[in-house]
């Protein structure tokens, strides 16, 4: 017990200290390059922020716990919009570019593809295969659309070196979230809470501890292209290339209540954030208090 509250403990610290760093380095490599910080958190961020989902998907996988890794992947999914959006957008409204809304139709369109995808019960290497080529394209799409990149501007930096800054520091709040992430599961576990619970639960919400941490950082230094950009390119990578890398590896069995609750619920919350950049650009307090509350009902269908 003594050991799992210490490595709780220098998780957070290393979440606290990383996250500073990398919304920093992330606002610089914006600046440096001279694209919007919302593109880079949706693309870099976004990559760097979700390598413990793929991680734990993978390595779920590869066990043979299908439950664990698709649980894990839409479960953060879900988190990320309803539960880390919800809190940094009441905290203070997110005003951000107007390129977000489309961004956040694809993440809907492609969470749809990937329910219709688990309707026979099997997310097949077939089906996962299409899932990691949709991501290519749209990182092919990105490319050509907004990151023809020219000269960096005068006084932008070393935007490279901010990279590599941004990456690193990155990695230090994946290993501070998989301390605090580990020490949670592992109570969870004592008390013989289910796979299926824990992945929906503790390990979907310690998984997304990176962009919880990044998110809010960037909300508190009021930069909040890099808090929705981050958290639409994760969940774009979660439906995508965690699912998809995950059933490469072997075919996922879907979990009913997976398919019947969580994923509509995820729908739901990603129509919500949709909706609301569509209109005016921005996440306020109304659509939080709606994500939060969509997050609570989830919750509650959980005990």
């Not at 870099?44 to 793929?54: C, G, N, R, Y």
């Not at 004592?190 to 503790?202: D, K, M, P, R």
Request: glycine share 8%; hydrophobic share 55%; aromatic share 8%.
């Amino acid at each position: 017990m003594i050991i799992q509250i210490a490595a709780f403990v220098v998780g957070l610290i290393l979440l606290i200290k990383g996250s500073d760093k990398f919304v920093e380095s992330a606002s610089r490599v914006a600046k440096g390059f001279g694209v919007s910080e919302f593109l880079i958190a949706l693309v870099l961020a976004s990559i760097a922020t979700t390598l413990p989902e793929v991680t734990v998907s993978a390595l779920a996988a590869f066990e043979g716990r299908s439950d664990m890794a698709l649980g894990n992947a839409v479960g953060s999914a879900l988190a990320n919009i309803a539960l880390i959006l919800g809190i940094c957008s009441f905290i203070m409204p997110l005003n951000v570019d107007k390129v977000a809304w489309r961004n956040s139709t694809f993440m809907v369109f492609v969470t749809a593809y990937a329910w219709l995808l688990m309707r026979d019960g099997v997310i097949s290497r077939l089906d996962g295969a299409s899932l990691i080529m949709i991501y290519f394209g749209f990182l092919y799409y990105l490319y050509k659309k907004h990151m023809i990149l020219e000269e960096p501007p005068e006084g932008g930096g070393n935007p490279k070196r901010e990279i590599l800054i941004m990456l690193a520091s990155g990695l230090i709040v994946v290993l501070g979230a998989r301390l605090v992430v580990d020490s949670a599961v592992s109570l969870a576990r004592t008390f013989g809470v289910s796979e299926v619970v824990i992945a929906l639960t503790l390990v979907s919400i310690g998984t997304s501890l990176p962009e919880f941490a990044n998110a809010l950082t960037a909300t508190l230094k009021k930069i909040p292209n890099i808090s929705v950009g981050n958290i639409i390119g994760a969940n774009i990578l979660d439906i995508l290339m965690v699912i998809g890398v995950a059933s490469l590896i072997r075919p996922i069995k879907v979990d009913t209540g997976i398919f019947q609750t969580t994923m509509p619920l995820t729908l739901l919350v990603m129509f919500v954030l949709t909706i609301s950049l569509r209109l005016n650009n921005r996440v306020g307090r109304k659509t939080s208090i709606t994500l939060l509350a969509l997050y609570a009902y989830f919750l509650y269908t959980q005990m």
